[in-house]
C-alpha cells in the first residue's frame, strides 16, 4: 500500500487545480454577497428617497457624468414645454396595471425641453395598441399648456439586448426606452439629451396615456448565488479528499 507521501506528481497536480478551483469559488460566492450588500443599500436608498420631495432635475451641465444610479426613482421638478410633434413610442405589454388599461400597448415618450436648455424624455404613460399613432402624432395631450413645470420620478435607460430590434423610424416606434436610441428620432435641435427619463405620476382615471405605472423592483438573486459557489467550494473539497484517499490505498503498480 502506498501513502500520500508517494502520490504521483500527476495526483499532486490535480489536486492543486481542485483546491485552486474551490478557491476560486469561495472568492465569487464572497463577491456575491459584496453585490447583496450593495443591492440591500441601494433599495433602502430607493425607499427612502422615492417618497421625499421633488428635487431641481439635473442640469445640462452634469449630465456628462451624472451617476444615475445616484437618482433612480428620485422625484425630480421640470420647468419647460412639452415637444408633442417629437413624441416616440415605446412597445410594452402591460400586465399588472395600476390603471384600467392592459395588454399590448405602447409608452409614450414626449421630449421636454427645459427652460434653461436640454431635453428630457417624460414617460407620460401607457396606451393600448390603437392608439399608437395618435400618440406618435402627438395628438393624445389636448391643448398644449405652453412652458409648464411637471414633477415626475427620475429613471435610469433600458439597456438593449442583443435580440433588440432597430427602431421602426417610419411608425416612431421603439422597443427601449432608452434616451439615447429615442433621440435618433427626434430633432437634432433639442439636443443635448438627459441620460435618463421621467416618469409621470397617475392622473385623472380612465385618462391617456396612462401614468403612474412605475414599478419599483430590483432583481436581488445574489444570495442564492452565493449559496450556490460556497456548495461547489466545499464539493470540490470533499471530492478531492474522497479521491486523495482512494489514490492512497491503491497498490503501487509496475516491478
Not at 395598441?129 to 389636448?142: I, M, R, V
Not at 421621467?198 to 391617456?208: R, S, W
Amino acid at each position: 500500500m502506498k501513502s500520500f507521501a508517494r502520490l504521483r506528481l500527476s495526483d499532486w497536480i490535480f489536486a492543486v487545480l481542485m483546491l485552486t478551483l474551490a478557491v476560486v469559488c469561495v472568492f465569487l460566492g464572497s463577491w456575491q454577497m459584496e453585490r447583496l450588500a450593495e443591492k440591500d443599500a441601494l433599495v433602502a436608498a430607493v425607499d427612502s428617497r422615492i417618497t421625499a420631495a421633488p428635487i431641481p432635475v439635473p442640469p445640462p451641465e452634469s449630465w456628462g457624468s451624472l451617476n444615475t444610479e445616484d437618482l433612480v426613482y428620485q422625484p425630480v421638478e421640470l420647468t419647460g414645454a412639452y415637444r408633442y410633434t417629437q413624441t416616440t413610442t415605446v412597445f410594452t405589454s402591460l400586465s399588472d396595471p395600476k390603471g384600467q388599461y392592459s395588454g399590448p400597448g405602447y409608452w409614450v415618450m414626449t421630449p421636454f425641453e427645459l427652460q434653461g436648455g436640454g431635453t428630457v424624455f417624460v414617460n407620460r404613460g401607457f396606451v393600448p395598441q390603437q392608439y399608437q399613432e395618435t400618440a406618435a402624432l402627438g395628438d393624445l395631450h389636448g391643448e398644449d399648456p405652453g412652458t409648464v413645470t411637471i414633477s415626475g420620478v427620475l429613471r435610469t435607460p433600458e439597456t438593449p439586448g442583443f435580440m433588440t430590434p432597430e427602431a421602426d423610424m417610419s411608425n416612431r416606434i421603439e422597443w427601449v426606452r432608452d434616451p439615447e436610441r429615442l433621440a435618433k428620432m427626434t430633432d437634432p435641435a433639442l439636443a443635448p439629451i438627459a441620460p435618463f427619463y421621467v416618469d409621470l405620476p397617475a392622473g385623472a382615471t380612465g385618462e391617456l396615456p396612462q401614468a403612474g405605472e412605475t414599478v419599483v423592483s430590483f432583481s436581488n438573486n445574489h444570495f442564492g448565488y452565493a449559496l450556490t459557489w460556497y456548495g461547489f467550494a466545499i464539493v470540490a473539497v470533499v471530492m478531492l479528499g474522497f479521491w486523495l484517499a482512494r489514490q492512497a490505498r491503491q497498490p503501487v503498480s509496475g516491478p
